[in-house]
């Protein structure tokens, strides 16, 4: 357990379906990050928060939407997503951006129909 | 794209300490090394980190060669716990982790 939660677990979702991941910490760390993880690719930084703002965003398209609406909580909307969004999506927290240790949840695996 | 270069696979026997190498040959002074595993089904977890010094917490030591171009893992009593993909990471402070492959470490029995 490393204080990051991440609901769903499993999200199975068709192209016209609009869904939402949910990331909780409870570490009272100021920084939060969404990254995707695709099948036999690295990690990638999706989006950054810092004290509820974003201070990041890595040329993600608009189909993905974060959210922050405390320092505790991340959403990720999703709207018409491609079945090549398809991938392990993982929230991770640090004391603040730059922090060398960053706490991962256990992620969603989003599967696009 | 990552600065580091890992084996993709690695096998170590339970109770044997497992020795992961990391070539970061582009390595800038003011870069750290930092390591990080994920075992299956799970989110990354940190595990240690340097910059010039070596490293020993709970978890693992961390080697890195006088003229840092390379770094070492170790876990120094595997168990099958251990198995897990491990990445080595070479970061300027307050920049983002650019992750790479990895190796897949399998501890066996």
């Known amino acids: 357990e490393t204080g990051v939660t991440q609901t769903p677990r499993h999200l199975v979702m068709g192209m016209t379906n609009k869904k939402s991941l949910k990331c909780e910490q409870h570490?009272?760390?100021?920084?939060m990050y969404w990254y995707k993880q695709s099948a036999k690719k690295p990690l990638e930084l999706m989006f950054v928060?810092?004290?509820?703002?974003?201070?990041e965003n890595n040329s993600v398209p608009s189909r993905f939407s974060p959210e922050c609406p405390n320092s505790s909580h991340l959403f990720l909307h999703l709207h018409t997503l491609q079945p090549e969004d398809s991938a392990l999506y993982l929230c991770?927290?640090?004391?603040?951006?730059?922090?060398?240790?960053?706490?991962f949840g256990s992620g969603t695996q989003l599967s696009v129909l | 794209d990552a600065k580091t270069t890992q084996p993709p696979s690695m096998d170590c026997a339970e109770g044997r300490a497992a020795n992961l190498p990391c070539n970061h040959s582009?390595?800038?002074?003011?870069?750290?090394v930092y390591w990080y595993r994920q075992i299956h089904s799970q989110g990354p977890q940190y595990i240690i980190h340097?910059?010039?010094?070596?490293e020993t917490n709970e978890m693992a030591s961390l080697i890195i060669t006088e003229d840092r171009k390379s770094s070492t893992l170790i876990l120094p009593h595997a168990t099958l716990r251990d198995t897990a993909v491990y990445y080595c990471?070479?970061?300027?402070?307050?920049?983002?982790?650019?992750w790479g492959a990895g190796t897949k470490l399998i501890i066996k029995p």
């Open positions: 991770a927290s640090s004391q603040q951006t730059g922090d060398e240790k960053l706490f």
């Open positions: 570490l009272g760390h100021n920084a």
């Open positions: 928060y810092s004290l509820e703002e974003r201070v």
């Open positions: 582009t390595i800038s002074g003011n870069e750290y």
């Open positions: 340097g910059l010039k010094n070596n």
């Open positions: 990471i070479v970061r300027v402070f307050n920049y983002q982790l650019i």
